[in-house]
């Protein structure tokens, strides 16, 4: 079996990860096995940026081939926001609610015809003396007036997915997984990695 390490320590983002690849016999290690690591700044001014370094850090670290990916929510109604910022959108020790709670408030008064947003994903895998290689995935929706579903993590309550008519919190994981930014761009790496040897 294949192992790469994912360069997170959030749980929802793991266990996404971890399921999809498990399918495709490569085992996933998440970054709490590594406590020796420090926190990675993500202070890149794209998507990509961010997760190129995280990536390229924990390679060069731990000479082991790494996954890390930067994602966001993308709003129309507000340029863009919270994108590269979507973790930390209430600041930085923000919870999911508090974040939530923000872009609501935000978007209190924005019509319900220009609610439009997307949920953008680039992840990046680097080996050991390799240039790092991009994978890219993104769902567009709708915001929410207010959350919806226990499931999922982050603004997956208020993020509204016209053609199912659910939120991404209302979705079945294995469902989410396949349909999902995250499992877009992470289906295109599965397929890449498996003509790979690491």
Do not use: W
């Not at 208020?158 to 994981?173: H, K, N, V």
């Amino acid at each position: 079996m294949k192992e790469l390490i994912v360069a997170t320590r959030n749980a929802g983002k793991l266990k996404e990860i971890s399921r999809l690849c498990k399918e495709h016999g490569i085992v996933v290690l998440g970054l709490e096995r590594f406590p020796e690591l420090p926190e990675i700044e993500e202070d890149g001014e794209s998507f990509a940026a961010n997760a190129i370094k995280k990536a390229g850090f924990v390679t060069k670290e731990t000479g082991l081939p790494c996954l890390a990916d930067d994602s966001g929510l993308v709003v129309d109604a507000l340029g863009g926001r919270p994108g590269i910022h979507s973790a930390r959108y209430a600041g930085d020790n923000a919870d999911d609610s508090a974040n939530n709670r923000k872009l609501i408030l935000a978007m209190q008064n924005v019509p319900d015809d220009r609610r439009q947003a997307a949920f953008c994903c680039v992840m990046a895998f680097s080996r050991p003396d390799s240039e790092p290689l991009l994978f890219e995935g993104q769902i567009s929706g709708t915001i929410l007036r207010e959350p919806r579903g226990d499931g999922g993590f982050g603004y997956d309550p208020l993020f509204f997915i016209p053609e199912y008519g659910l939120t991404m919190a209302q979705l079945p994981l294995s469902k989410k997984n396949r349909i999902s930014h995250r499992g877009q761009a992470l289906m295109k790496v599965i397929e890449t990695l498996g003509s790979l040897s690491f």
